[in-house]
């Protein structure tokens, strides 16, 4: 049984590399099944991560999505490495903030509360340090949806700064592509231009024919580890 879950589980891993992300969702769910009957927690929660992740990136689920990171992270138990429980709480709180149907105001509690979490197993975690301005960005875009413009430039000025020092340039040119939208919406175009300007001198080619300005400020979650990255709607920033 153990090894008929490690190869649901490796199978799972190459139906991502080729991009068949339904065959991947459900080869995962098999290896949790699979891990649960032999009591293996953090091996089915590590596949339920997985599933997670797949529900919220590729598949448009984000209500699974929310559900599944939630039983993921009840498996972990109380020695979980800190980052799996930052990343858990991170897609929490990306799930429930694109739940559009629920009224903004009265989630937007529930969405704060799991991002501090995130940040402080993040900042526990020796490898968590790359997610830290991620979830800035992210916070950014929840105080954008919020109608307070210069609560989130601070985050994306922040997150900038951050992603600059760790040269993470994907990463700076996100945050920095949000604080040239926000200087487009108040009409400060030679602003604008400059910090699309800077951004770019930065991105390696590859990486600048995959990402380019959108009519934004646009919405994508940056976390790199998990290899998310997604536009939302015209007018938002990016998370």
Request: hydrophobic share 45%; net charge positive; charged share 25%.
């Amino acid at each position: 049984m153990r090894t008929q879950a490690e190869q649901q589980f490796a199978a799972a891993g190459r139906a991502v590399h080729a991009k068949d992300w339904d065959t991947a969702f459900q080869a995962y769910l098999s290896a949790a099944r699979g891990f649960d009957h032999l009591d293996a927690r953090h091996a089915a929660a590590r596949a339920r991560h997985a599933m997670a992740e797949l529900a919220y990136r590729r598949l448009d689920r984000k209500r699974d999505a929310y559900a599944l990171s939630v039983e993921a992270l009840a498996g972990t138990g109380a020695n979980a490495d800190p980052i799996f429980v930052g990343l858990l709480e991170g897609l929490q709180a990306k799930a429930l903030l694109d739940m559009r149907e629920r009224d903004l105001h009265v989630v937007a509690p529930a969405v704060r509360e799991r991002l501090s979490v995130a940040r402080r197993y993040d900042a526990a975690s020796p490898v968590g340090t790359r997610e830290l301005p991620r979830l800035d960005i992210l916070t950014g875009f929840l105080e954008f949806l919020l109608d307070a413009p210069e609560q989130a430039r601070s985050f994306f000025a922040r997150a900038a700064q951050r992603c600059l020092q760790m040269q993470d340039w994907e990463c700076y040119a996100m945050a920095s592509q949000n604080l040239a939208q926000l200087a487009e919406e108040n009409n400060n175009y030679a602003l604008a231009l400059a910090t699309y300007e800077d951004a770019l001198r930065f991105l390696r080619p590859r990486s600048i024919r995959s990402w380019r300005p959108t009519s934004g400020p646009t919405s994508a979650a940056c976390r790199e580890s998990s290899g998310f990255s997604a536009v939302v709607s015209v007018r938002t920033p990016q998370r």
